[in-house]
């Protein structure tokens, strides 16, 4: 066996060298034991091994990385007007070096519509493509549709496995839709699975006490709000919606965050 690796190892120094791509030696055996551990298949694990060599030889590593995010549109910080948000100003500068990426903190944004929510969300998951970070964004609906097919398929499991190879999750819209109980049962597995171990960025028009009603059980809703909040930057937009802005109309008719929770 231990020969095998050996012959294996000075094959792939070889192979690595012919083909002028060193990272590939490097990732292979990191990689592997990584593949192992978790699960992976065979194309995961090729994929990751062969990702790691395009985004050190391409100098736009961060630019495929933004692409294959899935944002709705490309924000940046640099973007972002603070004239009406200069409270949390400060708080999501702290965020732009991205060290909560590594300390695998979370971030949730809360606020009415129109007030920079996705924007940021954007914007922060940029700074982690830049910094090497596979990310992937999608709203709580998508999340809980890709999650209750892969479920429906048994590989729940190593759906969650494959999704923690990413360093930023961003759940846009959380409270737009409730959830089935099924279905928040699978969020919760998604906020579980990333738990002190790789960062979630989410956003949501409720205050955390309008999520029991969005994932209809108090107990299920309070147990990940917990993990969720643990280690996170909570950031709460004001204001009237920028889409709005210099259109005559000061608010929307509901905003839905002064929801008050059920059972106060
Ligand atoms: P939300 O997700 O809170 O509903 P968005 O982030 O989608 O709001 O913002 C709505 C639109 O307004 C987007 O095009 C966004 O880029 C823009 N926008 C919102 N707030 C700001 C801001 N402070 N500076 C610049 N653009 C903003
Ligand atoms: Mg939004």
Do not use: C
Request: proline share 3%; aromatic share 8%.
């Amino acid at each position: 066996m231990a020969t095998t690796q050996t012959e294996t190892v000075k094959q792939l120094t070889y192979l690595a060298g012919s083909l002028k791509a060193p990272r590939i030696l490097e990732a292979a055996g990191r990689l592997a034991e990584q593949a192992r551990a978790a699960g992976w298949s065979f194309e995961d694990y090729l994929a990751a091994v062969l990702e790691r060599e395009v985004s050190a030889r391409n100098a736009s590593g961060a630019r495929l990385r933004i692409r294959a995010a899935g944002f709705p549109a490309v924000k940046t910080i640099e973007d972002f007007d603070w004239d009406q948000q200069s409270a949390v100003r400060q708080q999501v500068a702290s965020l732009a070096s991205g060290a909560f990426l590594l300390e695998a903190r979370n971030v949730v944004l809360l606020g009415p519509p129109g007030t920079g929510k996705t924007h940021l969300a954007t914007a922060l998951g940029v700074i982690a493509a830049h910094q090497g970070q596979r990310v992937l964004f999608a709203t709580a609906t998508e999340w809980v549709t890709r999650l209750s097919d892969a479920h429906r398929q048994g590989r729940l499991p190593q759906e969650l496995a494959r999704l923690r190879r990413y360093g930023l999750i961003i759940v846009d819209e959380v409270g737009y839709l409730p959830f089935e109980q099924d279905s928040a049962n699978l969020f919760f597995q998604l906020v579980s699975s990333r738990y002190e171990h790789a960062s979630l960025v989410l956003t949501s028009n409720l205050p955390f006490s309008g999520w029991g009603t969005v994932f209809g059980d108090q107990v299920v809703a309070a147990a990940m709000i917990d993990r969720i909040v643990h280690h996170a930057e909570v950031i709460t937009l004001k204001g009237a919606s920028y889409r709005l802005r210099g259109r005559g109309i000061d608010s929307l008719p509901s905003t839905r965050t002064d929801i008050t929770d059920p059972a106060d």
